[in-house]
């Protein structure tokens, strides 16, 4: 079955540090978002990407954030300059076709941890 | 701010017992999705419902959509210690590649 693929699983950076979290979405999908989930909490909306530019975004991503498709199958986020309270599973999500009517393939998740 | 509670947080029961888990919000969603998360891992769809009143099964799961769209249930029937999981529930308002709104979710265990 597709699945989505992110790396890396865990990364640990120190504050101020810039991270680049990497995903490879299903090939035929065209719809593309990033969520986060604190420890314990809700998972939580982050970015949405569709036709090469940003759908919808959060009050979390805020100039910090950045996504990019740069090859047509890699799909990242980067974090410029990271704080304490970036710390949390970052999760890469595809969808065939818009949210209403398609649910999303998540991928495992990269566990980024900052110190 | 559009939320959606679910209820019960937790639900610890027995093997072969049936159970509902809700999902609710005072807001309209073009369509509610459930996911089952494992630890460590990301969410897995289950289904998604887009129909007020719409009900789809899936093997001894039972979801509902709520005829105003604004919330919806999960029924397992003889549920079986693999059901263990935290479940999920999320909307979505509509547009092209909308935000999915998450629930606070409910972790279900079941024991022999």
């Known amino acids: 079955e597709p699945e989505v693929t992110q790396t890396p699983s865990h990364q640990v950076t120190q504050m101020g540090q810039e991270v680049i979290l990497r995903c490879v979405p299903i090939?035929?999908?065209?719809?593309f978002y990033w969520y986060r989930q604190i420890l314990g909490q809700k998972v939580e909306f982050l970015v949405s990407f569709y036709n090469n530019e940003i759908s919808e975004k959060s009050e979390i991503f805020d100039d910090q954030f950045s996504v990019e498709r740069p090859d047509g199958s890699n799909f990242t986020l980067k974090i410029r300059s990271t704080k304490l309270e970036d710390s949390a599973m970052y999760f890469c999500?595809?969808?065939?076709?818009?949210?209403?009517?398609?649910?999303?393939?998540f991928g495992s998740g990269t566990r980024l941890t900052v110190v | 701010t559009q939320l959606l509670e679910q209820s019960p947080q937790f639900l610890s029961i027995q093997e072969g017992e049936n159970l509902t888990v809700y999902c609710n919000s005072s807001?309209?969603?073009?369509?509610l999705q459930w996911y089952r998360q494992e630890p460590g891992e990301g969410p897995v769809l289950l289904v998604t419902?887009?129909?007020?009143?719409e009900v789809k099964k899936l093997k001894r799961l039972t979801f509902q959509f709520g005829d105003a769209r604004k919330d919806s249930s999960l029924h397992i029937t003889a549920a079986q210690p693999g059901d263990t999981g935290l479940y999920l529930c999320a909307g979505a308002r509509g547009g092209t590649a909308s935000k999915l709104t998450f629930g606070t979710g409910t972790r279900l265990q079941v024991t022999l």
């Open positions: 419902v887009v129909t007020g009143g």
């Open positions: 090939s035929n999908h065209l719809y």
């Open positions: 999500a595809s969808s065939e076709g818009a949210t209403s009517n398609y649910g999303y393939t």
């Open positions: 807001s309209v969603f073009s369509s």
